[in-house]
């Protein structure tokens, strides 16, 4: 037990207002706290990664500066502020040092020149100001010196430690000519500055070197008289048309806020299913169908009928589900799904697929090739039903929902983190009932995302739903944005998807589980971001344990397995289709993780999990063992 560090770390966290999720136990070693490593004997810190958990204000002096064995400190993306304490020049060891997206001012600080073994260090965008000393070129060791989105100013100094990789300067107020040393670095770290010139850049003038920084003056505050009429006439134009442009804004604001929220309102309240008139009144009455075969299906559009597939013990008809109450769950790229109550109190989903592309037989010989897909990875399609102005597609309701809102819901309030073993288990049901498409099934996924995973409430085990939809539509229109982040390259270019196309969205799912981002979703309020490249990048620079989910920081003796499933995850999302590995290469590659602890959960079922078509659901998943929080956590 570290009991210096300990006290050092606790003096930190009682004076730093943060998110409570940390809730370090006084009462258990510092060791297994979250965030916190030590060395093998526990005697003291070498890690302390605290990224993104709402740490706000300075760093207190005499705090972690008495962390005098740490390697690794990782404040990243919170609210900290003020300038880094003098006391952290006694940080010898320290090697990498994350301080980005945070709100430090005042000079660079010079205690971290001090620490010579630093070989990372990143101060980018915060707001630090005045030069870059050159005593930064004590730092032999760095092979990453990023500052970028900084207000540093002056020249940059002429720096250049044999291993450095990776600089970054752009977004700065520095001016004068780029060091020699520093030329090799790509115009990118040096864009967007005040006035910088030589190779990246532009040459510098040779008759007028290096230009002071650039007196960007202000215009005049009192123009002449003549100027000044003018000027007001425009101006005053200008005001006017910017003013009315301004309201009219405003109005187009307000009416669109009024309409959204008109809508949410009435999507909320249970309706019935909104399907077309002719359907309910020209059909409702014949559809009669109970548990019906697909076999002998009716033609002529008076005659259509819902069409139900053997095993769903559902026991509807087309009547019954258009007096359901509906409840809207959410449009999709394919349509709009719905929560339907029946009258005798079953819950379906149902699916209204809009511009489905082809015509009846081949619609009905899809949906039957799709209804006879059944593994307890994939979430069974129950019925359809096709006419001339609808297609719906009924599947059981999943009640405990999605991946996508378990691990994206409510971030950061009150929210009950996705534990470690639960994410491993969806990533091994997802590979399963992937698996299952391709082999079993010979059906491509086609739309694998984390919204289509759907858990099952009894052990968190998944299925994959929404599958083999795509043959059903034109291949023209432009990819859903929501798609997006999880379409493979090819397929954005080719609209095809294929099974190759199937195990780079799974790369990309796995990838969200265990970084915990979203890829490109700008409904999350959050900038897209290309996850498997960012990820890539991140990994790249050795800087691995940064892309894992802050939530995942918390356990123990899972960092090992977490590296294998991201190598997992990036061989699937290799940009050239043949790289990637068949989804039964990928799912022997789960099941066969070295799991540090508990090693029975996954190898039970490598041939098992391929299970033949037209299987019964009855085969069940032995569930892995639920690591333990650190004791004395509570999640
Ligand atoms: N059977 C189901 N049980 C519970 N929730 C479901 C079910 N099917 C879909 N959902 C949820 O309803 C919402 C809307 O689903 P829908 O499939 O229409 O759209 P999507 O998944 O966002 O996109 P896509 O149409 O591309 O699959 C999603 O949040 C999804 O997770």
């Known amino acids: 037990e570290p009991t210096q560090d300990k006290q050092a770390l606790l003096a930190f966290l009682s004076q730093v207002p943060h998110e409570n999720r940390l809730r370090w136990n006084q009462s258990v070693s510092a060791c297994s706290w979250v965030g916190v490593r030590c060395d093998a004997s526990n005697s003291s810190v070498h890690y302390l990664r605290l990224p993104g958990v709402a740490l706000v204000g300075q760093i207190p002096a005499n705090t972690l500066g008495r962390l005098s064995q740490l390697r690794v400190l990782s404040l990243r993306s919170n609210r900290l502020s003020g300038s880094i304490p003098p006391d952290f020049s006694q940080l010898k060891l320290l090697r990498s040092v994350?301080?980005?997206?945070?709100?430090?001012?005042?000079?660079?600080?010079?205690?971290?020149?001090?620490?010579?073994?630093?070989?990372?260090?990143?101060?980018?965008?915060?707001?630090?100001?005045g030069p870059i000393p050159f005593s930064v070129g004590n730092l032999t060791l760095l092979t990453g010196l990023f500052l970028q989105n900084n207000g540093f100013s002056g020249k940059i100094p002429s720096i250049s430690p044999p291993g450095l990789v990776s600089f970054n300067v752009s977004n700065n107020r520095l001016n004068g000519s780029i060091p020699s040393a520093l030329a090799r670095f790509p115009a990118s770290a040096f864009a967007n500055n005040i006035n910088l010139c030589g190779a990246p850049l532009?040459?510098?003038?040779?008759?007028?070197?290096?230009?002071?920084?650039?007196?960007?003056?202000?215009?005049?505050?009192?123009?002449?008289?003549?100027?000044?009429?003018?000027?007001?006439?425009?101006?005053?134009?200008?005001?006017?048309?910017?003013?009315?442009?301004?309201?009219?804004?405003?109005?187009?604001?307000?009416?669109?806020?009024?309409?959204?929220?008109?809508?949410?309102?009435?999507?909320?309240?249970?309706?019935?299913?909104?399907?077309?008139?002719?359907?309910?009144?020209?059909?409702?009455?014949?559809?009669?169908?109970?548990?019906?075969?697909?076999?002998?299906?009716?033609?002529?559009?008076?005659?259509?009928?819902?069409?139900?597939?053997?095993?769903?013990?559902y026991s509807f008809d087309l009547e019954d589900?258009?007096?359901?109450?509906?409840?809207?769950?959410?449009?999709?790229?394919?349509?709009?799904?719905?929560?339907a109550v029946l009258e005798e109190g079953t819950t379906v989903v149902v699916k209204r697929l809009k511009d489905v592309a082809v015509a009846k037989r081949e619609f009905e010989q899809h949906m039957e090739v799709l209804g006879n897909i059944k593994d307890q990875n994939v979430l069974p399609l129950r019925a359809y039903y096709y006419s001339k102005d609808e297609k719906l597609l009924v599947y059981d309701y999943m009640p405990a929902g999605s991946l996508s809102a378990l691990l994206h819901g409510s971030r950061g309030s009150g929210r009950t983190p996705l534990e470690w073993d639960n994410r491993l288990r969806i990533a091994l049901s997802a590979a399963r009932g992937l698996a299952h498409l391709h082999v079993s099934g010979n059906v491509v996924h086609g739309n694998i995302k984390s919204s289509n995973i759907l858990v099952k409430q009894e052990n968190l085990d998944a299925c994959v739903s929404?599958?083999?939809?795509?043959?059903?539509?034109?291949?023209?229109?432009?990819?859903?944005?929501?798609?997006?982040?999880?379409?493979?390259?090819?397929?954005?270019?080719?609209?095809?998807?294929?099974?190759?196309?199937?195990?780079?969205?799974?790369?990309v799912l796995l990838l969200e589980l265990l970084t915990g981002k979203a890829p490109n979703q700008a409904s999350l309020g959050e900038e897209g971001i290309d996850l498997p490249r960012w990820v890539q990048s991140v990994v790249r620079e050795e800087w691995t344990a940064e892309v894992f989910d802050v939530e995942l920081m918390r356990y123990h003796n899972v960092e090992e397995e977490m590296v294998q499933l991201l190598q997992i995850g990036m061989a699937c999302v290799a940009t050239v289709p043949d790289q990637r590995p068949e989804m039964q290469q990928v799912l022997r590659m789960i099941e066969e993780m070295n799991r540090g602890e508990t090693d029975e959960g996954l190898h039970?079922?490598?041939?098992?999990?391929?299970?033949?078509?037209?299987?019964?659901?009855?085969?069940?998943?032995?569930?892995?063992?639920?690591?333990?929080?650190p004791p004395g956590f509570t999640p």
């Open 98 to 129: 994350y301080l980005q997206h945070n709100e430090f001012s005042g000079a660079f600080p010079p205690s971290l020149t001090e620490l010579t073994r630093l070989t990372r260090l990143d101060l980018s965008s915060n707001n630090f100001t």
């Open 466 to 507: 929404d599958f083999g939809l795509n043959p059903l539509f034109a291949n023209s229109s432009p990819p859903h944005h929501r798609i997006m982040g999880y379409r493979a390259p090819e397929v954005l270019e080719t609209r095809k998807v294929t099974f190759k196309s199937d195990v780079y969205s799974l790369g």
């Open 604 to 629: 039970h079922s490598s041939d098992d999990a391929i299970r033949g078509g037209g299987g019964s659901d009855n085969s069940q998943a032995t569930p892995v063992e639920s690591r333990t929080s």
């Open 202 to 313: 532009a040459p510098c003038n040779p008759f007028f070197p290096s230009p002071a920084p650039a007196p960007t003056l202000p215009p005049p505050l009192v123009p002449t008289q003549s100027k000044r009429r003018k000027l007001s006439t425009a101006a005053i134009i200008a005001i006017s048309v910017a003013g009315g442009v301004l309201i009219l804004l405003l109005l187009l604001v307000i009416i669109f806020l009024l309409i959204r929220k008109r809508r949410k309102s009435e999507s909320a309240k249970p309706q019935k299913l909104p399907v077309s008139a002719a359907t309910a009144v020209g059909d409702a009455g014949t559809s009669s169908s109970k548990d019906d075969v697909t076999g002998g299906l009716a033609e002529g559009a008076e005659r259509n009928k819902l069409v139900f597939f053997r095993g769903g013990g």
């Open 321 to 339: 589900l258009l007096r359901a109450s509906a409840e809207v769950l959410g449009k999709g790229s394919v349509g709009t799904s719905y929560k």
